[in-house]
C-alpha cells in the first residue's frame, strides 16, 4: 500500500482558502486518491476522491498533477466548522475490489475567526 | 434514514475482562468494517464482514474477533483486554463488498484501566 504523508497541522482563518498537500511517491497505477474529514468524536467523512488531474464537487477540490505523486486539497472559504483532521488515502476506489482503508495520522486544521 | 449506530458510547472496563461492542449498519448496506483508533493517530482497519463472512482481517491478535448477523449488524469482541486496547472503536458500512466509499458511525469509546 501507498504510504502518505501529510503535514501534522495548519492554522487558517475565516473566510481564506485552505490547501493541504498529501505526498505519495509510491502510488500504483490502480490506486485513487481520497479524502477523508474527521471531526473530534465522531467517524471519518468521505469528502472527496480522485484519480488524475481535478475533481469537484459541493465541499471541496482535488488537486492531483500528472505524475499523481502528490495531491491537495482545496477547500474555499473556510470556517470554523471546517476545523477538524483531514486524511489523504491513497488505494483502491470506490467501486473496486478491497474494503480496507489505510489511514495516516492526518493534518489537523484548525480555523480562527 | 438513521446511520450507521454502534453501542454502548462509552466503556470502561479493567485489564483481562471482555468486551463486546456492537454496530448497525446504515439500512440496505451489507458490508461492515470495524477500525480502532488510538488517541492522535488515524484509524487502523481491524475486520471486514461481508454477508456473514470474514473478508479482511488487519493486523490485530487473535483477542480480536468478529461476526456478523442475518441482519447485516456486527459485534466486535476483544477478550483479555489490556491497556494499549484503549481507544475509539469505529464502525463502517458501505453497500457491498467492494466499496469503499465507507460511512462511519459515531465510535464507541472503550477505556481499559
Known amino acids: 500500500l501507498a504510504k502518505t504523508t501529510q503535514p501534522i497541522s495548519m492554522d487558517s482563518y475565516e473566510g481564506q482558502e485552505v490547501n493541504i498537500t498529501c505526498s505519495h511517491n509510491?502510488?500504483?497505477?490502480?490506486?485513487?486518491i481520497t479524502w477523508y474529514q474527521q471531526f473530534p468524536s465522531q467517524g471519518p467523512r468521505f469528502i472527496i476522491q480522485?484519480?488524475?488531474t481535478k475533481v469537484t464537487n459541493e465541499v471541496a477540490s482535488l488537486f492531483i498533477p500528472a505524475d499523481r505523486k502528490s495531491s491537495t486539497l482545496s477547500l474555499p472559504r473556510v470556517s470554523l466548522s471546517d476545523t477538524a483532521v483531514y486524511y489523504c488515502?491513497?488505494?483502491?476506489?470506490?467501486?473496486?475490489?478491497?474494503?480496507?482503508?489505510?489511514f495516516g495520522g492526518g493534518t489537523r486544521l484548525m480555523v480562527k475567526p | 434514514d438513521a446511520g450507521v449506530t454502534q453501542s454502548p458510547t462509552h466503556l470502561i472496563k479493567t485489564r483481562g475482562q471482555h468486551v463486546t461492542l456492537r454496530c448497525s449498519p446504515i439500512?440496505?448496506?451489507?458490508?461492515v468494517s470495524w477500525y480502532q483508533q488510538v488517541l492522535g493517530q488515524g484509524p487502523q482497519f481491524i475486520f471486514q464482514?461481508?454477508?456473514?463472512?470474514?473478508?479482511g482481517r488487519g493486523n490485530f491478535p487473535d483477542r480480536f474477533s468478529a461476526r456478523q448477523f442475518p441482519n447485516y449488524s456486527s459485534e466486535l469482541n476483544v477478550n483479555a483486554l489490556l491497556l494499549g486496547d484503549s481507544a475509539l472503536y469505529l464502525c463502517?458500512?458501505?453497500?457491498?463488498?467492494?466499496?469503499?466509499?465507507?460511512?462511519f458511525g459515531p465510535g464507541t469509546r472503550l477505556t481499559v484501566l
Open positions: 463502517a458500512s458501505s453497500l457491498g463488498q467492494n466499496h469503499n466509499e465507507q460511512f
Open positions: 480522485g484519480y488524475k
Open positions: 439500512s440496505g448496506h451489507k458490508s
Open positions: 488515502l491513497v488505494g483502491a476506489s470506490y467501486n473496486n475490489a478491497g474494503n480496507m482503508l489505510t
Open positions: 509510491n502510488i500504483a497505477t490502480n490506486d485513487y
Open positions: 464482514y461481508y454477508e456473514k463472512e470474514e473478508r
